[in-house]
């Protein structure tokens, strides 16, 4: 997305990122506070960690979200996400079984697998 600012002189993009809570959570070093960006602490990440786990334990598919801004001129958007990104939050979503998964693993059980 490209955003020009009222008073920057130079338009920015903002690159997101949805994946695993704990793969996302390693390229951050900032998140998202009230009304500013925080350090990521190592006591905040624990604390994240321990939101992440709780949602897990209650059988949801747990994706963590960032983001970025960087200028249009950075030409290497992979290496913008490798570091320095902004944690927005973790979600954590229900991804119910399939119909045919119970059978499934029935099957694979009685075939010793």
């Known amino acids: 997305m490209e955003h020009p600012r009222s008073g920057e002189s130079e338009q920015f993009r903002e690159l997101y990122i ?3 809570p704990e793969i996302v959570l390693d390229i951050c070093d900032r998140y998202e506070g009230d009304k500013a960006h ?14 992440i786990e709780a ?15 960087v200028s249009l001129t950075h030409d290497r958007f ?8 902004v944690y ?10 399939r119909k045919d998964v119970p059978q499934a693993v029935r099957e694979a059980r009685s075939a010793g697998i």
Request: hydrophobic share 40%; with cysteine; net charge positive.
């Open 78 to 85: 992979e290496d913008a996400m490798a570091t320095g990104m």
């Open 38 to 51: 925080k350090e990521l602490t190592t006591a905040k990440r624990e604390v994240v960690k321990s939101h």
């Open 55 to 69: 949602l897990a334990k209650r059988s949801l598919r747990v994706v963590g979200c960032a983001y970025k801004k």
């Open 18 to 20: 949805v994946g695993a």
């Open 88 to 97: 927005v939050g973790s979600v954590g979503m229900k991804d119910p079984v």
